[in-house]
């Protein structure tokens, strides 16, 4: 029997999710029965792979490059008039399926999946006339004015792929409320999970819903100062690792003060729309009691850093949760692969719908390379140095093929190894302020 290698498998079960895609288009056209259905040159497939193919190029270059490189002799306004009919919906769907069949085994730790949830702003064609244009300040030109999507993503920190995805107009951008979605998306799974988060999810209900949720766990950094959740108040400034228990209500009656109850200030049930602040959202009955672990330690600066959770301290130590906290930036890093190497932020498109269809596709693109670098790639070390697979350069030989298809699955694995970059894990670097990069227009893109 010939060896499948491991590339092969990977472009194999993309394929096999495109397929199944197909069979169920009806559920992911904007008419149902009606889109799709007529012998066409580009049938709903040839759609999706289309756009899979495509670069950091315009429209035109790309469509270009369909006719040279596939043989798929269209026009850019069919293509485009194509895509439109597609749902956002039609990308997640492909990314779910194809998680399903090309992640085989899956890392963990302790018996645990790790997953970090946070988010990140993606420009596209600005269009003043939807949720996902931001004005700005007034004394904004009209030139100056831009749109965005919000990306809230799930990533398995040790598998290295996006597991799940929310896309919001940047002023509809909630992600604390898109992280609720997510654990009650997978609390039917029967693997214990752990999801890690950074301080813009501190919130009452996060904690809620880890506690209530079969197999679910958190690790959530929260403020260490006067600021801090309220049960947290009486703790000293020092390393610490204890359990606190403390009844959330929303009446505040004079037995509930007596008991030490944290008030939720949800709002009123008059009529009155409920308070949208992350600390008032509660989606559970009061009053609610649970216990939670809060573990705090001292960093080199001499700062403390809080963690909350509700990992049993028997299988997690203090040491472990801060292990667990500092892999969370592996998501922050990837963010950076998916939008300049994967290439997210270049679409080809002014519609918000296709626009968020693109990201999906690209979080796919991204998960194609790593199925491939986690199986084929292994840490090296030297006397020196460590070296790791340069990841830029193995999306740079996936996209290529998929494009041409015109090297063995043996070239491609033997040409991802070649490409290696030193590895410096660990390593400290002071946070910087990120300056935004605008929305590439589309006559200003490259022509080759």
Not at 66 to 82: F, M
Not at 144 to 159: G, M, P, R, T, W
Not at 236 to 265: C, M, P, S, W, Y
Request: aromatic share 10%; net charge positive.
């Amino acid at each position: 029997m010939a060896q499948q290698y491991e590339s092969e498998r990977v472009f194999a079960a993309l394929e096999q999710a495109i397929r199944q895609l197909a069979k169920e288009k009806d559920k992911f056209v904007l008419r149902p029965g009606k889109d799709f259905t007529r012998d066409r040159k580009l049938s709903f497939t040839d759609t999706i792979l289309a756009y899979m193919k495509f670069s950091g190029d315009s429209l035109t270059s790309e469509v270009q490059a369909l006719r040279l490189n596939g043989g798929l002799d269209v026009t850019k306004s069919a293509v485009s008039q194509r895509i439109a009919k597609i749902k956002p919906e039609a990308g997640e769907e492909l990314l779910r399926l194809f998680n399903e069949n090309a992640l085989i085994k899956p890392k963990t730790d302790k018996g645990h999946r790790v997953f970090a949830v946070d988010g990140s702003d993606i420009n596209i064609a600005h269009n003043p006339n939807t949720p996902a244009a931001m004005v700005g300040s007034k004394k904004l030109s009209s030139e100056e004015k831009y749109s965005q999507l919000h990306l809230n993503a799930v990533f398995d920190l040790i598998n290295g792929i996006y597991l799940d995805a929310i896309i919001q107009p940047k002023q509809e951008q909630d992600e604390v409320g898109a992280a609720w979605q997510f654990m009650d998306r997978m609390n039917n799974s029967v693997e214990p999970r752990i999801f890690i988060m950074d301080r813009g999810y501190e919130s009452y209900n996060t904690l809620a819903h880890a506690v209530k949720s079969p197999n679910t766990y958190v690790v959530q950094r929260v403020k260490s100062d006067k600021n801090c959740m309220k049960f947290l108040q009486d703790l000293e400034q020092k390393e610490l690792d204890v359990d606190k228990t403390f009844t959330l209500n929303n009446r505040q009656t004079k037995a509930a003060k007596k008991a030490g109850h944290i008030i939720l200030r949800t709002g009123s049930t008059k009529g009155k729309d409920l308070k949208k602040d992350d600390y008032a959202r509660f989606d559970y009955s009061f009053p609610f009691t649970m216990t939670i672990r809060v573990v705090r330690f001292r960093l080199s600066s001499g700062e403390y850093e809080t963690l909350l959770t509700n990992l049993p301290r028997d299988e997690f130590s203090a040491d472990d949760l801060r292990e667990l906290y500092w892999r969370r930036w592996g998501i922050e890093t990837s963010f950076r692969e998916l939008k300049y190497a994967v290439g997210a932020v270049n679409m080809h498109t002014r519609r918000i719908s296709t626009s968020a269809l693109e990201i999906f596709l690209s979080l796919v693109k991204f998960n194609l390379t790593e199925f491939i670098v986690m199986a084929i790639g292994e840490t090296k070390y030297t006397a020196k140095h460590a070296y790791r697979i340069n990841h830029k350069i193995a999306v740079v030989i996936c996209l290529t093929q998929m494009r041409l298809h015109n090297r063995s699955w043996e070239d491609i694995e033997a040409e991802i190894k070649r490409n290696i970059e030193i590895y410096r894990p660990g390593r400290p670097d002071t946070r910087k302020t990120i300056v935004p990069k605008t929305f590439v227009y589309f006559t200003y893109r490259t022509a080759a």
